[in-house]
């Protein structure tokens, strides 16, 4: 697996760890709140949003030899709080047609947390196969358990890691025309599946939703167990800490000492690089989306009696209420740069406002307004 993809899981596998101020006794550290949760069954059977089990399915376009290993990290709670220690189990590499006449199983008992790892396969039409990975809590507890009590013989935090060899991986929210049937039969249960490779050879069961391919900010010095916050505020709250909170932090929890002290030695020109980055591409660069010969979509629409083509004016005449600045486009006139019809055969406007000063500077990073052809007026 590669450096970057490890550092992905190792970063979500803390997210939610700790919180500002990272305090033992501050309110918000005091009950845990993680993602990706697999319960122990007596307290998860009783109600649908709570989950025994991770389970995630997924397609891959598979050669012959084709293999999958799987890798299940999570954290097990250890303290009174937050604190947990990582865990792992691991699946060997095996070929898709072994998987597919015997799934392969790893137990596993962790001071008492018990469950295993499970990884299958189903042979499909077309050189596809179906690849089923999942981790269930079998740890026996008593009825009646307050959900502080359960996470103690839960499974917090838990992502399952993919990877194929001869093959590759579907994206679940972008499937190509060859996968799609495929993968709309793939329903992933208390889990959120993205592609997390750049040759789409691993999916990321992960605990929160993400894109395909999502990645670390390069000017990132190191996770702050609030991975999705804004680590420059994080990092400046650290040094703002008094001298007794700081000393709280270093006795209480190795990591959250370790996430101090690498906050405290940062440089001015460390925190000045976390200020803020703009990445301009040039639009004629975009690759088209699969299937399609060119990205702005089609080439013209009708609108009442009149068609429409891209490069055309159009006077807005947005539904009242929709937005609450509408009434500030009301009547002003735009250019038609993106013409799109949706899975409902919707058709959708992309414009730009012609009196806009930035109208070109839209145009370049590709932020358009869209309008239904309903809330347009063609300019003859």
Same mark, same amino acid.
């Given at each position: 697996m590669s450096t970057d993809v490890e550092e992905l899981v190792q970063t979500l596998l803390f997210e939610g760890y700790a919180l500002y101020p990272y305090t033992p006794g501050a309110t918000k550290n005091a009950t845990p709140t993680p993602f990706g949760i697999v319960y122990p069954p007596v307290y998860a059977a009783p109600t649908p949003t709570t989950f025994d089990e991770i389970r995630m399915p997924c397609i891959a376009e598979a050669g012959d030899a084709a293999t999958a290993a799987l890798s299940v990290r999570f954290l097990q709670a250890s303290g009174v709080r937050h604190e947990a220690v990582a865990r792992r189990v691991d699946l060997p590499a095996t070929t898709l047609r072994d998987l597919a006449g015997r799934p392969v199983v790893e137990s596993f008992d962790h001071d008492g947390l018990r469950g295993h790892v499970q990884c299958s396969a189903e042979l499909l039409p077309g050189g596809l196969a179906r690849v089923t990975a999942s981790v269930h809590n079998?740890?026996?507890?008593?009825?009646?358990?307050?959900? &502080?009590?359960?996470?103690?013989?839960?499974?917090?935090?838990?992502?399952? *890691?993919?990877?194929?060899?001869?093959?590759?991986?579907?994206?679940?929210?972008a499937p190509s025309e060859h996968t799609a049937g495929a993968v709309m039969t793939c329903v992933a249960v208390n889990t959120f599946p993205v592609l997390a490779a750049d040759d789409d050879s691993v999916m990321l069961g992960a605990a929160i939703i993400l894109p395909d391919h999502p990645q670390i900010a390069p000017e990132s010095k190191g996770s702050l167990f609030d991975s999705t916050e804004i680590e420059e505020a994080l990092r400046l709250h650290l040094l703002a800490l008094s001298d007794g909170e700081r000393d709280e932090l270093r006795d209480h929890d190795p990591a959250? /000492?370790?996430?101090?002290? !690498?906050?405290?030695?940062?440089? %001015?020109?460390?925190?000045?690089?976390?200020?803020?980055?703009?990445?301009?591409?040039? %639009?004629?660069?975009?690759?088209?989306?699969?299937?399609?010969?060119? &990205? /702005?979509?089609?080439?013209?629409?009708?609108?009442?009696?009149?068609?429409?083509? =891209?490069?055309?004016?159009?006077?807005? !005449?947005?539904?009242?209420? !929709?937005?609450?600045?509408?009434?500030?486009?009301?009547?002003?006139?735009?250019? *038609?740069?993106?013409?799109?019809?949706?899975?409902?055969?919707?058709?959708?406007?992309?414009?730009?406002?012609?009196?806009? %000063?930035?109208?070109?500077?839209? =145009?370049?990073?590709?932020?358009?307004?869209?309008?239904?052809?309903?809330?347009?007026?063609? *300019?003859?």
């Open positions: 079998t740890t026996p507890v008593e009825a009646g358990l307050t959900r &502080a009590q359960a996470l103690e013989s839960s499974l917090l935090s838990t992502h399952l *890691v993919l990877q194929v060899r001869d093959a590759r991986l579907a994206s679940p929210s959250l /000492r370790e996430m101090l002290e !690498r906050a405290i030695a940062a440089a %001015p020109d460390d925190l000045a690089s976390l200020h803020g980055r703009v990445t301009v591409s040039d %639009p004629g660069m975009l690759r088209p989306p699969s299937g399609h010969d060119d &990205a /702005r979509g089609e080439e013209q629409a009708r609108i009442g009696d009149a068609i429409v083509r =891209r490069g055309d004016h159009v006077r807005l !005449r947005p539904e009242v209420g !929709r937005h609450a600045q509408d009434h500030l486009l009301t009547g002003r006139t735009a250019t *038609v740069e993106r013409i799109y019809v949706d899975y409902d055969d919707r058709v959708h406007l992309c414009v730009t406002v012609d009196d806009d %000063p930035g109208q070109q500077l839209m =145009r370049d990073i590709g932020r358009y307004l869209y309008f239904k052809t309903n809330e347009v007026e063609a *300019v003859l």
